[in-house]
């Protein structure tokens, strides 16, 4: 029973770590890709997959999944006035899941502002259906793949 609450506090504990530095790498990124054009295409997986590890680490770890969300609503954007529909959906199914749980103040503002900024979007703006995203559960945002 001790070991199982220290395994816990230790993913736990990982996970809020993970986090932080998704959220430094983040604010770093997002400098990047404000200071020069076309970037935007090869940046945030690096976040994603620290968010990605972060919870599987901890799956009630709330602020990971509202940063996901808001990384993902701007991987969504290909820079050429569309978006991608399927990180747009798994960007809605995060924010999802934070106002569902009732996340802290924080991580509700974060959902909301990807709400928000998701029905910005003009329908034309997102050319593929919905249908056309792997419907596969076990994928992750990041780079990596799911391992169960």
């Known amino acids: 029973?001790?070991?199982?609450?220290?395994?816990?506090?230790?993913?736990s504990e990982l996970s809020?770590?993970?986090?932080?530095?998704?959220?430094e790498l983040l604010r770093v990124e997002k400098r990047i890709a404000g200071s020069r054009s076309g970037l935007d295409a090869i940046l945030y997986e690096d976040v994603l997959s620290l968010l990605d590890e972060a919870i599987d680490a901890d799956p009630q770890n709330l602020h990971a999944h509202a940063r996901a969300g808001e990384v993902l609503l701007l991987k969504a954007n290909r820079?050429?006035?569309t978006f991608d529909v399927c990180f747009l959906l798994d960007a809605r199914d995060e924010a999802d899941l934070v106002l569902k749980h009732g996340g802290e103040?924080?991580?509700s503002a974060i959902a909301r502002g990807v709400l928000r900024g998701i029905e910005r979007i003009p329908p034309d703006a997102i050319p593929d259906p919905p249908s056309s995203c792997d419907d596969d559960k076990e994928r992750r945002h990041g780079t990596k793949t799911r391992s169960s």
Request: hydrophobic share 60%; net charge negative; charged share 20%.
């Open 79 to 81: 820079g050429d006035g």
């Open 1 to 11: 029973m001790i070991a199982a609450v220290l395994l816990l506090a230790t993913a």
């Open 105 to 107: 103040a924080a991580d």
């Open 16 to 23: 809020r770590r993970l986090t932080s530095a998704a959220e």
